[in-house]
């Protein structure tokens, strides 16, 4: 039956109505609104009623679109509002910026071990580990994530004193969480911000603390989570499972939900986060790279910084394509991912008599020793070859061993995708985009991950014999692996493309098959058939880096209480290592070459050098701002990250490379000399002297004025400058290379990374 011209007619036009109505509902956008505070009349007794009356004055916002005032973070609020609002209030005299706000994403109990924590080691730089825990007691470690389970035993308070008299939070009530029964004196605050998630997404999410996706679970206890004993994922490397600062207290700041974590959100958890008393902050998400005054983690962090709170955050799992981190800002310590020397090894018997290894976490029953089919890329649809949901037709998957490549969808997602199609079992086979990671899984079905090289045999293998088969069999834990670690493909790289001038990731940290606790409100995949319930689960990413080295600033915290967070940031960089267990230089899991600072920073962090850095390079918040000042940012682009009003740049450095960061990123533009100073400070032994050591690739000429450096007592500083110069005659254009400068003694080697670029002729 057909319709009449008429009809149609009047069809477009409910079509048209309807869409227009659905504009004008998705029109209204949270904003991010950066107030000059400092013009407040004294009529106003708070600046939230100001805001709020001045933001009525101006629009028709209701009470109910002011969503956050911010005051320890920000200065300003999050609204509601249409653009044309939006825009009215751009206009006014009282406001230096409205911002859309942004939605963040996750960046998804060897390691104690592997980075030498255990008890047994000794003096660690003049105290105990015992004394060195229990210092850690009176350091509070926030983490912005999804929550708490606060049930897991790596929140036991035993034997742990009373919370410090310091501490300004609290645990929030839910229809699911007890603040009497939930939070104790290791988890001392739970609390939760969705007001964003909410208007942007019309959030259907309990109003909780409580964790229902697992990340948040795991990264706090990544970072601060007590001794458990007989750990495991099902099985999967058993031991007893710790934080890295075991006795530190944990507060928790849920920020995210099922759609991702809200600027508006995230800017209200950093607030309470910085009111409520924390040490560290802990966050493992992130965005794109933007201008830092567009960026909510960087201004949040910033105010954190002034405040003396340490904050670490994940440098994102783009990788390994350059140029792909987040969180750059250098106030922030940037942190890449590597693996650990433990293995859960799997092995694929193919029907020519030929064997393939590869890893999982699959725990259920085997596959038994028979041979069955195996397929690649069968069947009628396009996407069969990379198992998306849909694409497997179960005539042809049934019985046998289904071939995936990775990607597109989650990993686990395919296996699903093959066991509800009837497979038997599957290989999950990079390709050149994921090269020769690893990364396993808890798989739904008995299944393996291989890399590219395997994966290609294996493609060969399917296209070319008459009968193709395989069986899959599971080799458990295996430690000592070599070599490790090993940069993680996925781990963001540099360059910095929001300031080139600030080499970035800072280090790396353990981040490839970590165990730590889980939420039991879900399985360890994650996915919604996935019914099995774990108290600890094994993840990958530089959300679970990050925490690791969370934990191990608060340990540098409770030892030096009186260090800036620049000065604890310093330690790790200087003293993270660039040579593997085999004392080969890191290697980059991608294609197995050397890797380099761009995809490591200044190394691996080594917590115990860490302790006993010998020199650092501090960094004063007024310095911070000199260096904003060096971007050609506005003076109201800059108020917007510093909170003083009277921000004039009427001091800045010359070039934004001036920073005294304790890495290098030498750009040669249309100059073949670059020039820079730096300044340390003796945090070792009293009449310390120290000489300078230079690697540099054949290009380059560096030159280090003094090349000594005599310390009479401690907490003495000193200046050097260096002096970068491109050797003429070759063409560098485009090209990079990289080289370090290190200050040594008999005790110590203060390293720091150098990055080359050549940007003009």
């Known amino acids: 039956m057909g319709f009449g011209s008429s009809t149609v007619?009047?069809?477009?036009?409910?079509?048209?109505?309807?869409?227009?109505?659905?504009?004008?509902?998705?029109?209204?956008?949270?904003?991010?609104?950066?107030?000059?505070?400092?013009?407040?009349?004294?009529?106003?007794?708070?600046?939230?009623?100001?805001?709020?009356?001045?933001?009525?004055?101006?629009?028709?916002?209701?009470?109910?679109?002011?969503?956050?005032?911010?005051?320890?973070?920000?200065?300003?609020?999050?609204?509601?509002?249409?653009?044309?609002?939006?825009?009215?209030?751009?206009?006014?005299?009282?406001?230096?910026?409205?911002?859309?706000?942004?939605?963040?994403?996750?960046?998804?109990?060897?390691?104690?071990?592997?980075l030498g924590l255990e008890k047994e080691l000794g003096l660690w730089a003049g105290h105990t580990p015992q004394e060195l825990n229990q210092a850690s007691q009176d350091v509070i470690v926030g983490v912005l994530d999804t929550g708490v389970w606060p049930e897991s035993k790596s929140f036991n308070d035993a034997d742990m004193p009373a919370v410090p008299s310091r501490w300004r939070g609290q645990c929030e009530v839910a229809a699911d969480f007890d603040p009497k029964i939930n939070c104790n004196k290791k988890l001392i605050g739970a609390r939760f911000f969705s007001k964003g998630y909410n208007m942007a997404s019309g959030g259907k999410e309990l109003p909780s603390p409580r964790d229902h996706d697992g990340h948040g679970t795991h990264t706090a206890s990544t970072a601060a989570g007590s001794y458990v004993a007989n750990a495991s994922l099902l099985g999967y490397a058993a031991g007893t499972a710790r934080g890295m600062a075991t006795d530190a207290r944990v507060a928790t700041y849920k920020v995210c939900w099922k759609t991702g974590c809200f600027g508006s959100d995230i800017l209200a958890g950093m607030e309470r986060a910085i009111l409520d008393g924390v040490d560290v902050l802990s966050l493992s998400l992130g965005g794109e790279s933007v201008p830092y005054y567009r960026d909510t983690i960087a201004i949040g962090a910033f105010a954190a910084m002034e405040k003396g709170i340490f904050i670490s955050c994940s440098a994102g799992n783009s990788?390994?394509?350059?140029?792909?981190?987040?969180?750059?800002?250098?106030?922030?310590?940037?942190?890449?991912?590597?693996?650990?020397?433990?293995?859960?090894?799997?092995?694929?018997?193919?029907?020519?008599?030929?064997?393939?290894?590869?890893?999982?976490?699959?725990?259920?029953?085997?596959?038994?020793?028979?041979?069955?089919?195996?397929?690649?890329?069968?069947?009628?649809?396009?996407?069969?070859?990379?198992?998306l949901a849909g694409s497997l037709d179960p005539t042809i998957v049934r019985g046998k061993v289904v071939l995936c490549d990775r990607g597109v969808s989650a990993r686990v997602e395919k296996g699903a995708v093959v066991r509800d199609a009837g497979g038997v079992g599957m290989i999950l086979a990079n390709t050149a985009a994921t090269g020769e990671e690893l990364v396993a899984d808890s798989h739904l079905l008995p299944a393996m991950a291989v890399g590219r090289k395997v994966g290609d045999i294996l493609r060969k293998y399917v296209e070319t014999d008459k009968n193709p088969t395989a069986v899959l069999g599971f080799g458990g834990t295996v430690l000592n692996v070599k070599p490790s670690p090993v940069v993680a493909a996925f781990s963001s790289r540099g360059p910095n493309m929001v300031t080139p001038q600030i080499l970035k990731p800072d280090v790396i940290g353990p981040g490839v098959n970590i165990l730590a606790a889980w939420s039991e409100a879900v399985g360890p995949t994650g996915l919604e058939q996935d019914t099995r319930k774990t108290k600890f689960n094994i993840v990958s990413g530089t959300s679970m880096s990050c925490p690791h080295i969370s934990g191990l600033a608060a340990l540098l915290k409770a030892a030096h209480p009186d260090w800036s967070p620049s000065a604890i940031k310093s330690a790790l960089m200087t003293t993270a290592y660039t040579l593997d267990n085999t004392n080969s230089p890191l290697r980059d899991a991608a294609d197995n070459s050397f890797a380099n600072p761009w995809s490591h920073g200044s190394g691996h962090v080594d917590p115990r050098n860490a302790l006993s850095p010998g020199l650092v390079y501090d960094i004063m918040p007024e310095e911070y701002i000199m260096f904003l000042c060096s971007l050609d940012y506005t003076v109201e682009h800059i108020q917007n990250i510093v909170k003083h009003p009277n921000v004039t740049c009427s001091r800045k450095f010359t070039d934004p490379s001036q920073l005294n960061y304790p890495s290098f990123s030498v750009r040669f533009g249309k100059s073949r000399v670059a020039r820079y100073s730096r300044e340390v400070t003796n945090v070792g032994a009293a009449m310390s002297i120290y000489q300078v050591?230079?690697?540099?690739?054949?290009?380059?000429?560096?030159?280090?004025?003094?090349?000594?450096?005599?310390?009479?007592?401690v907490g003495d500083k000193q200046r050097y400058t260096v002096t970068f110069v491109s050797k003429k005659g070759v063409n560098q254009l485009g090209r990079n290379a990289f080289g370090s400068i290190s200050w040594k003694n008999a005790e110590h080697d203060v390293k720091s990374p150098v990055a080359f670029s050549w940007t003009h002729l």
């Open 319 to 387: 990788g390994p394509a350059k140029a792909t981190l987040a969180n750059v800002a250098p106030w922030i310590m940037t942190v890449g991912a590597g693996t650990l020397d433990r293995d859960f090894p799997a092995i694929a018997t193919l029907g020519n008599g030929e064997k393939v290894s590869g890893v999982s976490l699959y725990s259920g029953k085997g596959m038994g020793e028979k041979l069955v089919g195996l397929i690649y890329n069968k069947g009628s649809n396009s996407s069969t070859n990379l198992c």
């Open 693 to 713: 050591t230079v690697q540099a690739p054949q290009n380059v000429v560096v030159t280090v004025k003094p090349s000594r450096l005599v310390f009479r007592n």
């Open 9 to 114: 007619i009047w069809l477009l036009a409910i079509v048209v109505v309807i869409q227009s109505c659905l504009f004008t509902v998705s029109a209204k956008k949270i904003y991010i609104v950066r107030m000059k505070h400092h013009q407040k009349p004294i009529s106003y007794s708070t600046h939230g009623g100001w805001y709020a009356d001045h933001l009525q004055s101006l629009t028709s916002a209701t009470p109910d679109s002011l969503l956050y005032t911010y005051e320890a973070a920000y200065h300003g609020f999050a609204v509601v509002l249409d653009p044309e609002e939006a825009e009215s209030l751009r206009q006014s005299d009282s406001v230096l910026g409205v911002y859309e706000d942004t939605l963040y994403n996750l960046h998804t109990t060897r390691t104690p071990e592997f």
